[in-house]
């Protein structure tokens, strides 16, 4: 089954880190990117940045750049998203999704989102 | 304040059509496919449209997708109770040194 399954709800005091996990299955993990995307209670979606698993490659949000870290384990199939120096509007759920390589806003799976609380 | 502009809420009656804009500039819809995803209440977002009137396998032809210069469009035709959910367009933007923005969001109603 092709999906993307991500880790559980967090829980966070101000200026902690978290990181959120985002496992692929069903399909090359090394062919896509993956986009992090991020929504806040009652807002829209803010995209903070995506991985091309298959280099390495990142590429973040001017927004996010520095306490933003995407990594990926392609042994693993998964990536990662590390928020550093959390703040409470940082508190949103969290979604990685599959995208394409370069400038593409095309996200056609999206995991199930993490709720990320900062209080 | 969103980067691109959409109404916060359009409704319609079964069987209407109804239309969703989504209002950008020179630096994100006029250079960049639009893309639109469709969000049912309490679900991960969905891809509705890609490359501005894509469908993905398995999205109804009642939703179209189209572009003009800066601004871009959904059509719901013969619209459906399960239509009711929010939509969002997605673009990519070149200022602050590349960045894919949202439309704040429209919340599809079906009276």
């Known amino acids: 089954q092709v999906q993307v399954v991500q880790s559980g709800a967090e829980m966070k005091k101000p200026g902690a880190s978290v990181r959120v996990s985002c496992q692929a299955s069903g399909y090359n993990f090394t062919s896509y990117t993956t986009h992090w995307v991020r929504q806040a209670p009652g807002q829209t979606f803010e995209w903070m940045g995506w991985?091309?698993?298959?280099?390495?490659?990142?590429k973040y949000s001017q927004k996010f750049q520095d306490r933003l870290t995407i990594t990926s384990d392609t042994s693993a199939s998964t990536a990662y998203m590390e928020l550093s120096r959390l703040r409470s509007d940082d508190t949103a759920v969290y979604y990685c999704g599959r995208g394409y390589s370069g400038s593409n806003p095309k996200i056609d799976l999206w995991g199930q989102g993490a709720l990320v609380t900062v209080s | 304040q969103s980067v691109l502009t959409q109404p916060p809420s359009v409704s319609g009656t079964p069987g209407q059509t109804v239309t969703i804009s989504c209002l950008g500039s020179n630096s994100n819809i006029r250079k960049s496919y639009v893309y639109w995803y469709q969000v049912l209440p309490g679900m991960a977002p969905k891809l509705l449209i890609y490359t501005n009137n894509q469908r993905p396998s398995g999205v109804p032809d009642r939703f179209s997708g189209s572009k003009s210069v800066t601004s871009a469009y959904l059509a719901i035709r013969g619209l459906r109770s399960e239509d009711e959910a929010d939509y969002y367009c997605a673009a990519w933007d070149d200022s602050l040194s590349g960045r894919v923005v949202f439309g704040g969001g429209t919340r599809l109603t079906v009276l």
């Open positions: 991985i091309n698993a298959g280099d390495g490659h990142t």
